[in-house]
């Protein structure tokens, strides 16, 4: 019976896979298909990424809009979504789940088919792609050890040598776990997520030799897996699917932004996500009005969405635009400046940063819409998988989900926003119609953006925006 592993490298850029650092993804590409064209959601945070992966939907429909987030029973008051306490705190608060769109977990549950979470990522990220796996009797293994995996991964846990503390290890930690005590006998569909090589972008400088070391380390875990696969029984019988859930943009400069938020008269009483979200006291429209056009003058700013469709400052954008229309969204949602320009070692994309990230200069963030922070990695290969081949066809983290689905023969995919990835499957190279550009553009006097979208059918994909 086929069985289906996605193996998630947090924060990967597609341009960082190279012969010299990441030899077994490179391997690996060349057995299956690749989705050249793949690109994240936004906000590109990591936990709003899971659970797209998770769902295969875009953040309107699942609800988890920022890593850091309005509460939904009171927006003065900020969820982590980070931590696994956090969320389930929020969800006995609100009175509704954390994650809104079902999922992997609940869809595989329904059909009796196992499924399993293997992360080194944060407790919450770990949540998110499995909300109730006690309830259902699924196994979560966190490399944050008993504290965030279900009751079916503690018993694991205890057959195991303990969690490291250091990421990169923890990375490489948790994927010998999958492989010794998964690879025999995979679940139906299993996710195996490491937290490197964001984690080294973020401190350790993006595409830094101290990068590149760390992220070979954790490519070298991933080729026992592949070593495994390919001598063992299940070659056949196990598809892989190796995705990125974002990209990175190098820090070329530190703004005080909360400083002059502040500061600034027209957000008094605002509440501030700090990572791009701004709560307008009762959502007032001509607050919001006022806000957003205070944004469009500062230079730190480039991209400004707001709640509604209608009375919008001129230059403002709906946050329908970037598919982030949910009552959990800030009623004011911003990016900051950033450019296609390289930085020190070559990579396209450079992004202003706030002085209160602890992040330094040269290091990488994401969040925003550049083109590196939306391009992701998604390969394929397996014996259902087209082999050799590259697909120009558009692609995302919504589409994963169906995919898998579809792989393993379980309903639920058709009332994803993704679609099923039928051009790396050997199907029509893409059955959902042309794929048409769709530009959502607004300015004033001094002010410019635009956001380049891609649809095919009901699909829409994320290409990237600029402030002009």
């Known amino acids: 019976m086929t069985c289906v592993l996605l193996v998630v490298f947090d924060g990967l850029r597609p341009d960082m896979i190279r012969p010299d650092v990441t030899p077994n993804l490179m391997r690996f590409a060349a057995l299956g298909t690749t989705m050249a064209r793949a690109r994240s959601v936004f906000p590109s945070e990591t936990r709003v990424c899971t659970a797209s992966v998770a769902t295969g939907c875009h953040p309107r429909r699942h609800g988890i809009v920022a890593n850091r987030m309005l509460h939904p029973a009171d927006r003065t008051a900020l969820v982590e979504t980070g931590d696994g306490e956090s969320l389930r705190r929020m969800q006995q608060e609100s009175g509704e789940a954390a994650v809104l769109a079902p999922g992997l977990s609940d ?42 995996s279900s009751q079916r991964g503690q018993r694991l846990l205890e057959r195991l040598s303990p969690p490291p503390a250091d990421p990169t290890a923890r990375a490489v930690w948790i994927a010998e776990a999958w492989r010794t005590t998964q690879m025999a006998a995979p679940p139906d569909a299993s996710v195996l997520w490491l937290c490197e090589p964001d984690t080294s972008a973020h401190y350790d400088g993006l595409d830094s030799h101290v990068q590149r070391r760390k992220l070979s380390e954790v490519d070298a875990a991933f080729g026992r897996i592949l070593d495994d696969w390919q001598d063992g029984k299940l070659r056949d019988e196990l598809q892989i699917i190796v995705a990125s859930d974002h990209g990175h943009v190098t820090i070329d400069g530190h703004v005080a932004l909360l400083t002059a938020f502040r500061a600034a008269p027209v957000l008094a009483g605002c509440s501030f996500t700090g990572g791009g979200g701004i709560a307008v006291p009762g959502a007032d429209p001509g607050r919001i009005a006022e806000i957003t056009e205070w944004l469009m003058e500062q230079p730190m700013i480039a991209n400004v969405f707001a709640a509604g469709e209608d009375a919008l400052s001129p230059g403002c954008l709906p946050l329908s635009t970037v598919l982030l229309d949910h ?118 006097a001094t002010y410019h953006q635009r956001v380049a979208r891609l649809r095919a059918g009901r699909h829409i994909w994320l290409d990237h925006a600029v402030r002009v």
């Open 107 to 148: 869809l595989l549950a329904k059909e009796g088919r196992e499924y399993a979470v293997f992360s080194s990522g944060s407790t919450g990220q770990s949540f998110i792609l499995a909300p109730r796996a006690d309830e259902l009797g699924q196994l979560v293994l966190s490399g944050h050890g008993a504290r965030a």
């Open 327 to 444: 009552p959990r969204a800030a009623d004011v949602v911003y990016t900051l400046r950033n450019s296609d320009a390289r930085n020190a070692t070559g990579l396209l994309g450079t992004s202003l940063s706030t002085d209160d990230s602890r992040l330094p200069l040269g290091g990488g963030t994401h969040g925003g819409l550049n083109r590196a922070e939306l391009a992701t990695v998604l390969m394929l290969a397996g014996s259902a998988i087209t082999p050799g081949h590259t697909s120009d066809e558009m692609a995302g983290l919504p589409d994963i989900a169906p995919t898998i689905l579809s792989l393993i023969g379980v309903s639920g995919g058709a009332a994803m926003d993704g679609r099923v990835l039928g051009d790396a499957l050997g199907e029509q190279p893409f059955a959902c119609g042309p794929q048409l550009l769709d530009i959502g553009e607004a300015q004033n």
